[in-house]
Nanobody, 121 residues
Framework: QVQLVESGGGLVQAGGSLRLSCAAS????????MAWYRQAPGSQRELVAT???????NYADSVKGRFTISRDNAKNTVYLQMNSLKPEDTAVYYC???????????????WGQGTQVTVSS
């Protein structure tokens, strides 16, 4: 079974920075899209950023210019560098991989367990 292990969350003051990491415990035949989502209390989970296999990045308008997503394919790892953090960035952050575990398997979604990010004002 594949696990996605997240790290890097924590408590930070507004204007500060954090770097989230998400590493897969097993290799995949192919990883297509890597992404970060977040969910604040009482809100639906929302897409924060994506990075395609070719490196194309997309961001939610609320984080553009402040967050940067990157990936290390050799390590099956995706990162989220978060700068100029705001209290409204407070949420549980989840990593997501769209990947094929084996060549004969279809693409499937894999999720991390979530890491808490809290930004104090």
């Amino acid at each position: 079974q594949v696990q996605l292990v997240e790290s890097g969350g924590g408590l930070v003051q507004a204007g500060g920075s954090l770097r989230l990491s998400c590493a897969a415990s097993r290799n995949f035949f192919n990883i297509n899209r890597m992404a970060w989502y977040r969910q604040a209390p009482g809100s639906q989970r929302e897409l924060v950023a994506t990075i395609a296999s070719g490196g194309n990045e997309n961001y939610a308008d609320s984080v553009k210019g402040r967050f940067t997503i990157s990936r290390d394919n050799a390590k099956n790892t995706v990162y989220l560098q978060m700068n100029s953090l705001k209290p409204e960035d407070t949420a549980v952050y989840y990593c997501n991989l769209l990947a094929r575990r084996y060549s004969y398997r279809p693409y499937e979604d894999y999720w991390g367990q979530g890491t808490q990010v809290t930004v104090s004002s």
